[in-house]
């Protein structure tokens, strides 16, 4: 039987781990509130090769959504590679000249520098016309031969690309492509057009990849359902507060020639599709263009340069699925992070700085 004794020692212990989850920061998560729920706002738009979802809540929510949806198409028009008129296409076409870009576009491109460097090369975006090689932007797929992949790789390299302000100079050849940063930074300048219109409480959901505002409107945790790359729904769930969650996996796009699967995301030093024993990789963090860059670098980097990256950071946590099925998280989100209830076979290791 139980002592008063051990009673008061066990609501201590209660009080202690109530009290440090009602503190605890990772990604302004917080603990339940009481705010009223409130209306909520949905609009769907097919954008920047996928579906884009807004969900907000509240009474500015109706026309936020209004300036959200303007602001992803916007975003979408400088960024394609594919129309003719924006920003990188005129980049891509301009054979060594300069070109004047967005204060948006300028932004992303320097981050981009500064995560090529971040990531020890891993993150490139000027891969384009390799990845064209491969078929990947037209979805007419084909393997193309060493010779080929090296002819390509000789006008690839970032070091090459010369941003001053707003200027920047691309060498003839060469193509760049934001498809690996492009959708996290959108989230960031999503959430903070819809902040900047009122709005505390939403869902951005960019084919995937998730950014929020605030809390879900009753105060509570969003929980974020993170998908297998083996194709059986999700195997976790992840309880975030403000945050961003973007993953990558060779499961997105890939096609299979021989028996042998090939994915979209490349490893810059051999053009081909990386392999680095990683079938997905989840970035959770405040800032989405960060979690988006990462996720398809820390791909590309494998769990050993994955972990060692992050034992180095401080702004970001991560899920990795290796392709044998194993899980690793790292120790910031132990708390957050909960197995579906279908998933509950496979082990999951944390890892600790
Ligand atoms: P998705 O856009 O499918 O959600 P990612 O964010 O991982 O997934 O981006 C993959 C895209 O990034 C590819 O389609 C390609 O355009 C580009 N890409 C491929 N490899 C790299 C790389 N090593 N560094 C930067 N961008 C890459
Ligand atoms: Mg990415």
């Not at 080929?148 to 690839?156: C, D, I, P, S, V």
């Not at 398809?296 to 290796?322: C, H, P, Q, R, Y």
């Not at 392709?323 to 957050?336: L, M, N, P, R």
Request: charge should be negative; charged fraction near 25%; hydrophobic fraction near 40%.
């Amino acid at each position: 039987m139980k002592t008063n004794h051990s009673f008061y020692i066990d609501l201590a212990v209660y009080i202690l781990l109530a009290v440090a989850l009602a503190v605890q920061t990772s990604c302004g998560k917080s603990s339940e509130g009481d705010k009223a729920s409130a209306d909520k706002n949905s609009k769907s738009i097919f954008a920047m090769n996928t579906y884009v979802t807004v969900t907000a809540y509240g009474d500015n929510a109706e026309n936020a959504l209004i300036s959200a949806e303007d602001k992803i198409k916007s975003l979408e028009s400088m960024w394609s590679v594919t129309d003719e008129n924006s920003e990188i296409y005129a980049i891509n076409h301009s054979e060594g000249q300069s070109a004047e870009v967005s204060a948006e576009t300028a932004e992303l491109l320097d981050f981009s520098l500064e995560m090529h460097e971040r990531t020890d090369g891993a993150f490139d975006i000027s891969l384009y016309p390799v990845l064209t090689a491969w078929g990947f932007t037209t979805e007419e797929y084909r393997v193309p031969g060493d010779e080929e992949l090296a002819q390509l790789l000789g006008n690839t390299g970032v070091e090459k690309i010369l941003l001053n302000d707003r200027t920047v100079q691309v060498p003839a050849g060469m193509q760049i492509d934001l498809g690996a940063v492009g959708k996290g930074y959108a989230g960031d300048l999503v959430a903070e057009d819809l902040k900047k219109n009122g709005v505390e409480s939403a869902l951005i959901d960019l084919g995937g990849n998730i950014q929020t505002v605030g809390t879900k409107p009753d105060g509570g945790n969003w929980k974020v359902g993170i998908r297998s790359p083996f194709g059986e729904g999700n195997f976790a769930v992840l309880e975030i507060g403000e945050c961003a969650v973007v993953t990558s996996g060779g499961y997105e796009r890939y096609f299979v020639q021989d028996g042998k699967t090939y994915w979209h995301i490349l490893d810059p030093e051999t053009g081909k599709p990386a392999e680095s024993g990683i079938a997905s990789v989840s970035v959770i963090g405040s800032e989405g263009r960060l979690c988006d860059a990462l996720s398809t670098s820390l791909f590309v980097m494998g769990l050993d340069k994955a972990a060692e990256l992050w034992k180095n950071s401080d702004d970001f946590e991560m899920i990795i699925v290796t392709s044998e099925g194993e899980i690793y998280i790292t120790e910031g989100i132990e708390d957050d992070f909960s197995l579906s209830e279908n998933f509950s076979e496979p082990k999951v290791s944390v890892i600790r700085r």
